[in-house]
């Protein structure tokens, strides 16, 4: 763990700020409570987030989420509690650092979006390869992209960490009590 997350404890409330590859700021979220941190990954909730996008353009999340950032792998993966049954929106990202009270990670582009049913999809195909030639990953990035990005299909394939609904009930068990 580096510095600031040593300060890092359950129920503090944190910022989440999004970047892309060229170092600009992509969206903020102004909420994120603590609800584990260990030397693997950062668990967090929100309700009804304020998102701010780079534009300015600012909107509420319609849903509670429980967010799952990792320090060793190049995703992050969001559980939507919505009325209709339980999402997830996967970013491929950098591991996560803490800055002060702030999660910051870098996105690339492709997301992983997980229905109730189990079904899968892999979106913004054209954003990453549009991105990728503008901002110019370099190989290795690319690389480590398309590699888990396979991770985190077998993850879901095999309904692990996050992708059971128990481990979300579990954290939204939690948040709840913080919150009250």
Known sequence: MN???NNIKVGDKLEIHCYKHNGKLHQLCD????LDVDHEKIVVANNKAKLTEADGRSY?????????FYKKHWF????????FGLFYYCNIATPYIID???????????DLRVFPDGGFKILDYNEYNYHKKLMRYPREIQ?????????????????????TKKEIEK??????????
Not at 31 to 34: F, G, Q, T
Not at 60 to 68: D, N, Q, S, T
Not at 146 to 159: A, G, P, Y
Request: proline content about 3%; overall charge positive; hydrophobic content about 40%.
């Open 171 to 180: 954290y939204y068990q939690i948040y709840k009590k913080i919150i009250k």
């Open 31 to 34: 909420e994120a409570i603590v």
């Open 60 to 68: 509420h999340a319609k849903e509670p989420a429980i967010l799952f």
């Open 143 to 163: 690389m480590i992209i398309k590699s888990e990005l396979s991770t985190l299909i077998e993850m879901k394939k095999k309904e692990e960490g996050p992708f």
């Open 76 to 83: 992050n993966i969001i559980g939507q509690l919505k009325r």
């Open 100 to 110: 002060g009270k702030i999660i910051k990670y870098i996105d690339y582009d492709l």
């Open 3 to 5: 510095e600031n997350e």
